[in-house]
């Protein structure tokens, strides 16, 4: 159960890492003025499957825990 848990925050972070959700506005902006569109879609693709692994992961370390 450990395993997933771990497993799953750090999904979660590695995905607001790259999507941006810890930084401000200025930031986001300068961010979204400075890259390529190519660079942007691999951002949004790591942080979807990032997430999608955390949540996955949590979900699992849950089922666990209940049981």
Known sequence: MRFFFIVGVVGIIISGI???AWTN???Q???FH???EVHRNFR???AL???MVGLISLGIAG???IL
């Open 18 to 20: 790259f999507i941006g």
């Open 25 to 27: 506005g200025q930031q």
């Open 29 to 31: 902006r300068a961010n």
């Open 34 to 36: 400075s890259e390529t």
């Open 44 to 46: 949004t693709k790591i």
């Open 49 to 51: 499957i990032s997430a």
């Open 63 to 65: 089922i666990i825990y």
